[in-house]
């Protein structure tokens, strides 16, 4: 959205989107952010922060103020970004890390020299507790690829690539063994 997404459009898989029924705590994780693009410049961290809202207006819907039976409108992000190319938009992030929230300026462009309008990879998540869904490194064998890329125990956490966010060793251990043998 502005760049890539892992997921299709909601209306397109229901039942994948059926597990964010009712929360609250919904935003769309930065999974990546490319060097020198908007996003960069705006200082948006990956897997710490969520995008929840834009010029002034929630992305995604709680609900609150609704008569009994109407329907909160979601805000079309790519949409939206698309229609203000080259104008300065304000998003409301909320980092899990810090457990803070705060606003950047950023400006979708199509000329930054990059993919996308932001240069930003993003996903729908809940980041509600998304700070205790993280994969601690405990232990590193010697000369393992986790003691090549400098992984230290009981200090390093895995977070995910630009497609998954590690919320358990279970999505960790498929995305390796998707990718044994190979750099993830």
């Given amino acids: 959205m502005g760049n890539e997404t892992s997921s299709p459009e909601q209306d397109d898989y229901p039942d994948e989107f059926a597990k964010f029924d009712g929360i609250e705590t919904l935003g769309y994780r930065v999974l990546g952010v490319q060097p020198n693009s908007p996003a960069s410049a705006a200082g948006l ?26 329907e909160y409108d979601d ?8 229609e203000n190319v080259g104008k300065e938009l304000e998003l409301f992030v909320h980092n899990i890390k810090s457990n803070t929230q705060r606003y950047v300026k950023i400006t979708p462009s199509i000329t930054w020299g990059g993919a996308g309008l932001l240069g930003v990879t993003i996903r729908l998540d809940d980041y509600g507790g998304a700070d205790e869904r993280l994969v601690r490194v405990l232990s590193v064998e010697h000369n393992s690829p986790a003691a090549i890329a400098g992984l230290v125990p009981m200090h390093d956490y895995l977070l995910g690539t630009t497609s998954a966010s590690f919320d358990s060793d279970a999505i960790l251990a498929e995305v390796l063994m998707v990718h044994a043998d190979r750099i993830v």
């Fill in 45 to 70: 961290v990956s897997f710490l922060d969520f995008i929840v809202g834009v010029d002034g207006e929630m992305l995604l819907g709680s609900g609150e103020g609704l008569e009994e039976g109407e």
């Fill in 75 to 82: 805000v079309d992000f790519p949409a939206l970004l698309k």
